[in-house]
């Protein structure tokens, strides 16, 4: 007992929304982005960037890209703004008021939920493919095993994902690199103007991190300058896994990729490159899963003011009830959550971080974001355009 007592007082402690926890590395909060922003939606990027054409798919990663990365500065620097550890709906109640804390939670919680969904339906048509079986079963096995770790809580979720993180991009770039040998010039210049709105839901779900930022934030040392830097490379490494992933399987498959990438590269390829591919893909939305899944929880908990067990009834309960309710398609799941909650999010975080910056309770001069501000209004721009579209599409 003493020699536990000596290791755990190694790590300084900090007080997170009411119970004491070890402070986070650099390696791990990066990690903890990372692994909230690399689940399900890389297994769809490089089907609807094969629809669309590569060159205007990566395209669309890199601006989007840009885009995701300046809103998670902005919510960076509210949470640095902020002395009390909030989520999203949290700081939306703070800066704009009641309608905006309660509009901020059916989307996130919608969101999360639908991306929990995706997670649970990925993973069994994953599983399926790589030791046979019933897809519906290994859901609901990966559910059991997932849901697990999401009432362990947080501390064990980031133990978890600097492992699985670790463990995806390696995969990913191993595997992009052996696909780019096998690359056809042909697939390069391929394009279809006619689904150019194709891919934005699915690539903005893919880039989606912010509920981690505001976990980050509460668990990273007080130093306003390495938040800011765990944010900043948390965000970029999964653009670039992304684009490199797109591009090599793209580059391969051309328009015969398939809705989960690493199912058609089996397909291909064959056992070895089956198990390698599927296993990222297994490891890649078990980090989703868990990162997301505590982060639902946490906002439950904290903004919302529901009990622990309430809140975890619903994390893990509402994703399995839609699964047996029939809602199992995987690219359509990534498209409406990513285009549709996930834009109206977008929109009022950017309302918020200019109310933070007017009322919040602290300095954040050392944090040094100097241009976040000028992408406020293409932000908007770009996520009321992509909302009010994916409206309309959900209406066809």
């Not at 007592?5 to 909060?29: F, I, L, N």
């Not at 040998?181 to 709105?197: G, M, P, S, V």
């Not at 908990?301 to 509402?318: E, Q, R, Y």
């Not at 498209?335 to 602290?362: H, N, P, Q």
């Amino acid at each position: 007992m003493l020699f536990l007592r000596h290791r755990v007082s190694d790590r300084p402690m900090k007080m997170h929304q009411g119970v004491y926890k070890p402070q986070a590395t650099m390696a791990e909060a990066v990690f903890m982005i990372t692994g909230m922003t690399i689940g399900a939606g890389v297994l769809g990027i490089p089907y609807v960037v094969s629809q669309v054409g590569l060159l205007i798919g990566l395209a669309y990663i890199v601006v989007l890209g840009i885009v995701m990365l300046s809103l998670n500065l902005m919510v960076g620097e509210v949470a640095v703004r902020t002395k009390k550890s909030l989520q999203t709906p949290g700081f939306a109640g703070k800066y704009l008021g009641t309608w905006a804390k309660e509009l901020l939670s059916v989307t996130t919680i919608l969101s999360a939920t639908g991306a929990l969904l995706a997670y649970v339906v990925g993973e069994g048509q994953t599983l399926a493919a790589l030791f046979g079986g019933n897809p519906a079963w290994w859901s609901v096995l990966f559910w059991t095993v997932g849901s697990f770790f999401v009432w362990r809580g947080l501390d064990a979720v980031k133990k978890v994902d600097k492992i699985f993180a670790s463990l995806v991009i390696a995969i990913i770039v191993g595997l992009s690199f052996y696909l780019l040998r096998d690359f056809q010039a042909e697939n390069l210049f391929y394009h279809d103007y006619a689904k150019i709105f194709l891919p934005y839901g699915v690539i903005l779900f893919a880039l989606h991190a912010s509920p981690a930022v505001a976990e980050v934030h509460a668990l990273l040392p007080g130093s306003q300058k390495h938040f800011r830097k765990a944010l900043l490379l948390g965000t970029l490494i999964p653009i670039v896994v992304y684009m490199l992933f797109a591009l090599a399987v793209v580059g391969v498959s051309g328009t015969g990729t398939t809705g989960i990438a690493t199912l058609g590269l089996g397909q291909t390829y064959g056992k070895g490159i089956l198990f390698f591919a599927n296993l990222f893909a297994i490891f890649a939305m078990g980090t989703g899963f868990l990162g997301l899944g505590t982060a639902l929880r946490q906002t439950l908990i904290w903004d919302h003011k529901i009990s622990p067990f309430l809140s975890t009834m619903f994390v893990i309960g509402a994703p399995l009830a839609l699964f047996v309710a029939g809602f199992r398609s995987f690219v359509a799941i990534l498209d409406t959550v990513g285009g549709l909650f996930i834009g109206v999010e977008a929109v009022l975080m950017v309302l918020i971080y200019w109310r933070a910056k007017k009322l919040g309770d602290l300095d954040a001069r050392r944090y040094g974001v100097k241009y976040a501000s000028l992408m406020s209004i293409p932000i908007i721009l770009v996520f009321v355009w992509i909302t009010v579209h994916s409206v309309w599409k959900i209406a066809q």
